[in-house]
């Protein structure tokens, strides 16, 4: 039986990780003594609050910008975010010469647009319930001769992306599971092509909000479903389905995926900030979010989180997060 190659392997997160020395961040790695005791478990959060752009994206958007040919950075770049894709882009454009064009829903948040635009991005604004961004910026992209850099659909993205969770496996040693927020699944395959490609043994669990869970049906499916566009606080994850790529990935390679309410984020999200004075994005705490509620077996474990950004203005999260938990 031939099994089909998958689109990236552990030298291609390796290869990107020596390009992205010295321009993204090593983020920290964040212990607390009482989180550990709610969950009974050793908690190791990866902060990717803390990286350029204020996400873990800018590390698969400066590897797959960084690699194209002169010719065609002169001629500039499109993607198409709701808010963390489109920052990482535009500032991987800016900082290798190149302009770029950003596909964004028009109920993206306040921050995330006006940041996209600080970096000197082109905003263009579509429907997120009626219209379908792949086109307009593959349109945009055939009309301007611009080079497409999709969020997640991409082995350079997600190579990129996997960087995070290497060097939490760096410098955490060893683990007995990694959770890791899943919206089109760019992250989630490239830590667990990190993970199983270094330390095999170790549980690839992806997180998934309740409304948004497409990767879980699809994975339990066997193949991609597809399901409406979901309205949930985690706007970085609300998917319909999972990229064709990505799947590829997780579907050999992950273990497993849990689910977690905008409730359960919202306490995250509360909880991060009171005991561990970290901000933290609704879609940034879904890790957080499904060991708090006991969603994954945590009690005696040694846990990675990657806990993927914090964009968030100061408004919106006190609207989510200003009540009494």
Known sequence: MTTTPLPITLDDVRDAAVRLQGVAHRTPVLRSRTL????????????????????FKFRGAYNAVSRL????????????????????VALAARELGASAVI??????????????????????TYDRYSGDRAALAGGLAADRGLALIPPYEHPHVMAGQGTAALELLEE???????????????????????????????????????????????????????????RTIADGQALHTPGELTFSVNQRLVDEIALVSDDEIRSAMRFAFERLKVVMEPSGATGLAALLAGRVEAPGRRI??????????????????????
């Open 36 to 55: 550990d005791r709610i969950v009974g478990a050793e908690v190791l959060l990866k902060c990717e609050n803390f990286q350029r752009v204020g996400a």
């Open 69 to 88: 040919a002169p010719e065609q950075l002169a001629r500039g770049v499109v993607a198409y975010s709701s808010g963390n894709h489109a920052q990482a």
């Open 103 to 124: 596909v964004m829903p028009e109920d993206a948040p306040r921050s995330k647009r006006a940041a996209t635009e600080a970096y000197g991005a082109e905003i263009v």
């Open 172 to 230: 955490a040693g060893e683990l007995d599971a990694l959770l890791a927020p899943v919206g089109g699944g760019g992250l989630i395959a490239g830590s667990a092509t990190a993970v199983k490609g270094t330390r095999p043994r170790v549980r690839v669990v992806g997180v998934e909000p309740e409304a948004g869970d497409d990767t879980k049906r699809s994975l339990e499916a066997g193949r991609r479903i597809e399901i409406p566009v979901p």
């Open 304 to 325: 990675g989180v990657i806990v993927s950004g914090g964009n968030i203005d100061a408004a919106r999260f006190a609207e989510l997060c200003g009540g009494a938990g």
